[in-house]
């Protein structure tokens, strides 16, 4: 009879572990899924060319989740295509800092820093990724090109680090 006793109530004990954890997975997950839902949203809208609402849904991910590097990357590359250039920088240096094996948004961040005048900066920047993914100092192949509607191939990393280290010395000489 006692051994009947205690095997109940493991049996109890198993059934609420399991729907305790049920509940929690549910609840996890819902949680998660509004996240995913302003940052599928946002993906769309910056895909779209709607930068200022991709920008939102962005803001809106990370004040959800405020360590989603996925929605921090994506709202420094939309407020570079806003041109809010001191903002952009500021938000690849908070990506960098959470990702910084993150070659891609090294290349983002030289890129931006490359519109501002920081070349130096650029040019480091571009070492970084092309040192991390040699495939970025090779350009966009063309498949991607296809897909991005791109007529011409254009300059790849490294052919911008040769073109602003000139830019440099150029300048240099200029000034002697």
Not at 42 to 67: C, F, M, R
């Amino acid at each position: 009879m006692q051994l009947e006793r205690f095997y109940r109530i493991i049996q109890f004990f198993g059934i609420g572990m399991i729907l305790l954890s049920f509940s929690w997975a549910i609840l996890k997950s819902s949680t998660h899924s509004e996240i995913r839902s302003s940052f599928t949203k946002a993906v769309g809208l910056y895909t779209d060319g709607k930068y200022q609402e991709a920008l939102l849904y962005y803001e809106n991910a990370i004040s959800e989740e405020p360590d989603f590097i996925h929605a921090k990357r994506g709202r420094a590359r939309t407020l570079m295509q806003l041109r809010r250039d001191p903002e952009a920088l500021k938000a690849f240096d908070e990506v960098l800092k959470l990702d910084a094996e993150s070659a891609v948004s090294f290349a983002n961040r030289g890129i931006l820093e490359d519109r501002m005048g920081l070349y130096d900066r650029a040019i480091e920047d571009y070492g970084k990724a092309i040192e991390m993914e040699p495939k970025l100092g090779e350009g966009i192949d063309w498949f991607t090109r296809l897909l991005q509607n791109r007529k011409e191939q254009s300059q790849t990393l490294s052919e911008r680090v040769e073109v602003l280290r000139d830019k440099i010395k150029t300048e240099k000489k200029n000034l002697h």
